[in-house]
């Protein structure tokens, strides 16, 4: 059984209250087979379902309690994990005030995002793909938190690149719909095709949703080019996921 270390493991840089803790998992410190190598933490990728238990439990040993799975469907549902939910909620971002309770979502090359307020008293975790992330999966997290939007510091963890994203002219659309600014986020390629910055777009998002810009951190990890250190389901369509966790400590 090959070893998860803190060295396999990263550490968000930002601004939370010192009563916040969270985790980003990689590829590395697992036991699952090639193409799920090695830390897979989905269950639902056809990987065997001991070796995912195994990595989970891997996991557990950095966490105060092994975290509430969502089944993740790249919409806006949050999930209040304090309140009666079923045992996998069928949810694209959590939220939590209770001492403990893991936040967690997984991705492999969907944008994760990591929330917490400035006095440590409620966290939560979005995945948002760009389907989530247009119709509003940042801003519903936000909603769900009820706190002031401009008390809250964000994380933005590792996710398809801006040099790597290659989408169409209708995920443009789709965005520009909902706010013309978009447009910034994306730089002409092929005909009928554009390179999307996920990450400028959801700054935007938060920040017209009342966070502050000097609030919103991450923003630099590439799973598409990283191939040592994540999966990327635009790289290798089959693989695993990794995940990002938050809690109060």
């Known amino acids: 059984m090959q070893m998860l270390t803190t060295e396999h493991l990263i550490v968000p840089q930002w ?6 803790k969270a ?27 001991d070796d995912v238990t195994q990595n989970r439990h891997l996991l557990d040993a950095f966490l ?27 949810a694209d971002a959590v939220i939590s005030r209770r001492k403990g309770q893991v936040c967690a979502v997984q991705t492999a090359d969907c944008l994760p995002v990591l929330f917490a307020d400035v006095h440590g008293t409620v966290v939560g975790a979005a995945h948002a793909g760009w389907r989530g992330l247009c119709h509003g999966v940042l801003e519903a997290t936000l909603s769900a938190m009820a706190v002031d939007p401009a ?41 009928g095709k554009w390179l999307a910055d996920i990450y400028q777009l959801a700054r935007l998002r938060l920040q ?20 040592q250190r994540f999966f990327s389901y635009r790289r290798d369509q089959q693989t695993g996921r990794q995940a990002s966790l938050v809690w109060l400590d």
């Open 151 to 191: 008390d809250v510091v964000v994380w933005l963890g590792a996710a398809i690149g801006p040099d790597a994203f290659e989408v169409g002219d209708e995920v443009r659309a789709a965005f520009m719909a909902v706010d013309p600014a978009a447009a910034q986020a994306f730089v002409a390629g092929k005909p």
């Open 64 to 90: 105060p309690a092994s975290p509430v799975w969502l089944q993740q469907v790249h919409g806006i549902a949050v999930v209040d994990l304090d309140s009666a939910h079923a045992d996998v909620p069928v």
């Open 23 to 49: 985790l980003a998992t990689t590829r590395l410190g697992g036991v699952s087979q090639a193409p799920f190598d090695a830390l897979n933490l989905g269950s639902h990728v056809n990987d065997r379902i």
């Open 208 to 227: 017209q949703a009342g966070v502050g810009r000097q609030h919103i951190f991450g923003g630099d990890l590439c799973t598409y080019t990283d191939r």
């Open 15 to 20: 601004q939370a209250p010192n009563g916040v």
